[in-house]
């Protein structure tokens, strides 16, 4: 089974929420994110380790009706990493996002269930060299941009300034691309930027993220806008679709082959997907 029919249709918004935070857990069930990465890393101080855990595991087993669920453990090199790959093989969470990697070699080892499927999240200079390898490992499904991080070790004297780091973003697109998985944009850190965040996430579909990961519910809505296609693309989709007859050839003064057409019907195709989907979860 691949991916695309684990997670069918791909996530779009991929919302942060840590685990220690009952409250946070329990708003998250009505917002409109296709998934929830419950974090037992970087949100959950050292002290409340244990705590995020019990809320993780809490939280999973009530379900969130019409969400995808994953779960942010601590990477091999944390003294955290055993008592989460313990949580993990209790409650199996949908996708597992794996923080840090560097090397594919850093997978082959990871006691998780080989039929969860890991999300890796390239957060170095060195993921960055390695991430064609680590997209082609058989255990990877996605991989997440971490772009803090890379602009810490980049050393860059504006983290916000994601012109510096647009090799590395387009590699991280461009290895998910070649393996035949999914690719997620970083965070936007400025949660009081409204419209910062949607020019960011505007950008991250032209690049060819399939959505973007966040830190606040209010950055849901515009995510889920921003990787939307417009009434213009579907119709502009439907009218290839229907208008072609094989080959090369002309179309409303531009010429399409074979791959437009494809692209036009997986977009279509993902659309009726997703609304089914919200269709299902506005009945329940």
Same mark, same amino acid.
């Given at each position: 089974?691949?991916?695309?029919?684990?997670?069918?249709?791909?996530?779009?918004?991929?919302?942060?929420?840590?685990?220690?935070?009952?409250?946070?857990?329990?708003?998250?069930?009505?917002?409109?994110?296709?998934? !929830?990465?419950?974090?037992?890393?970087?949100?959950?101080?050292?002290?409340?380790?244990?705590?995020?855990? !019990?809320?993780?595991?809490?939280?999973?087993?009530?379900?969130?009706?019409?969400?995808?669920?994953?779960?942010?453990?601590?990477?091999?090199?944390?003294?955290?990493?055993?008592?989460?790959?313990?949580?993990?093989?209790?409650?199996?969470?949908?996708?597992?996002?794996?923080?840090?990697?560097?090397?594919?070699?850093?997978?082959?080892? !990871?006691?998780?269930?080989?039929?969860?499927?890991?999300?890796?999240?390239?957060?170095?200079?060195?993921?960055?060299?390695?991430?064609?390898?680590?997209?082609?490992?058989?255990?990877?499904?996605?991989?997440?941009?971490?772009?803090?991080?890379?602009?810490?070790?980049?050393?860059?004297?504006?983290?916000?300034?994601?012109?510096?780091?647009?090799?590395?973003?387009?590699?991280?697109?461009?290895?998910?691309?070649?393996?035949?998985?999914?690719?997620?944009?970083?965070?936007?850190?400025?949660?009081?930027?409204?419209?910062?965040?949607?020019?960011?996430?505007?950008?991250?579909?032209?690049?060819?993220?399939?959505?973007?990961?966040?830190?606040?519910?209010?950055?849901?809505?515009?995510?889920?806008?921003?990787?939307?296609?417009?009434?213009?693309?579907?119709?502009?989709?439907?009218?290839?679709?229907?208008?072609?007859?094989?080959?090369?050839?002309?179309?409303?003064?531009?010429?399409?082959?074979?791959?437009?057409?494809?692209?036009?019907?997986?977009?279509?195709?993902?659309?009726?997907?997703?609304?089914?989907?919200?269709?299902?979860?506005?009945?329940?």
């Amino acid at each position: 089974m691949t991916i695309f029919q684990t997670l069918n249709p791909a996530p779009v918004s991929l919302l942060y929420v840590p685990g220690h935070k009952g409250r946070a857990l329990s708003k998250a069930k009505q917002l409109p994110a296709d998934m !929830l990465i419950i974090d037992l890393e970087d949100a959950v101080p050292a002290e409340l380790k244990a705590d995020g855990r !019990l809320g993780a595991a809490g939280a999973i087993r009530e379900g969130f009706s019409g969400k995808y669920v994953a779960l942010r453990i601590n990477g091999p090199d944390s003294p955290y990493h055993a008592e989460d790959l313990s949580l993990v093989q209790q409650v199996r969470p949908d996708i597992i996002v794996l923080p840090k990697v560097d090397h594919p070699a850093v997978l082959d080892g !990871l006691a998780t269930p080989a039929d969860v499927p890991l999300f890796a999240m390239i957060e170095s200079p060195t993921g960055i060299f390695n991430a064609q390898a680590i997209a082609a490992h058989s255990r990877v499904a996605g991989l997440i941009a971490g772009l803090n991080d890379l602009a810490h070790d980049l050393r860059l004297p504006d983290y916000r300034d994601r012109s510096a780091m647009a090799l590395s973003i387009q590699m991280i697109v461009l290895a998910a691309r070649a393996a035949g998985i999914l690719a997620y944009d970083g965070v936007y850190n400025a949660i009081d930027d409204a419209s910062g965040f949607a020019m960011e996430a505007d950008e991250g579909h032209r690049l060819g993220f399939d959505g973007k990961t966040l830190i606040h519910p209010s950055q849901v809505d515009p995510c889920n806008q921003a990787f939307a296609p417009s009434a213009v693309a579907l119709d502009d989709a439907r009218a290839i679709v229907a208008a072609f007859t094989g080959g090369a050839e002309r179309f409303e003064g531009r010429m399409i082959e074979d791959m437009h057409v494809d692209s036009a019907r997986q977009l279509l195709a993902r659309e009726a997907l997703r609304d089914e989907r919200r269709r299902g979860i506005a009945q329940q």
